[in-house]
């Protein structure tokens, strides 16, 4: 009778879960939502350009634009888009590395769509001549760390190689932890606000630094 009288309540930390009121003090001070000492190589910002540049206090939709003030965009992006490089020609490439995965016939189709990408970057990595010894490769949008995964595969021959997976969620189904002979390490940080040059494991080892990643977005990225 005593429990069923008791009341959940959302965690004001994160409402996403509730807790029991009675206990509402004691879950707020070990829940894992609550504020906790930022690491050393957190540095507001850091990456997000600088401030009051660019930033446009209100969004509007090119729908609700009138047809001058839609040519007026126009031009100005065609004006400020002229100088730069054309895109770089698409091109699918394939690695060794995930031939049997590729082929096995259990996957699915969203199984077999991330193969092919992480395959496609292994290959260009290839190409590019980086997938060598003495490197540090930072995954950004880590996720469960499946491209370092692949790319520790393709390189299992080396010597020297740290992986930085960089995650500013928890994850589940981690495949870092399964990983042998390269080191692997997690960074819990939105990359809008990491500074890698204050990476202990980075300013230690010296080595040099490949950034790769599958799926990006947010503040950080255009960096």
Known sequence: QETNSRRRIPCPLDPKHTVYED?????????NSREKPQPVF????????????????????LSSLSKEDLQKLTETLLRVTSGLD???????????????????PTNGDTAFKHLKQQAS?????????????SHCFVEFGAGRGKLSHWVN??????DNVHFLLVERATTR???????????FE???????????????????KRLPVIGIGKHLCGAGTGQ
């Open 23 to 31: 206990q509402l003090e004691k879950h707020i001070k070990k829940c």
């Open 42 to 61: 957190y540095v507001q910002n850091v990456n997000s350009g600088p401030e009051n540049i660019g930033i446009c206090k209100e969004q509007v939709s």
């Open 86 to 104: 054309p895109p770089l020609p698409d091109r699918k490439l394939c690695h060794s590395a995930l031939q049997e995965a590729l082929n096995d």
């Open 121 to 133: 970057i292994l290959g260009h990595l290839d190409r590019l001549g980086l997938l060598g010894t």
């Open 153 to 158: 595969i393709a390189i299992e021959n080396t």
């Open 173 to 183: 189904f981690k495949v870092d932890g399964k990983q042998k002979k390269s080191t």
């Open 186 to 204: 997690r960074l819990h940080i939105d990359i809008q606000h990491l500074s890698l040059g204050r990476v202990l494991s980075l300013v230690q």
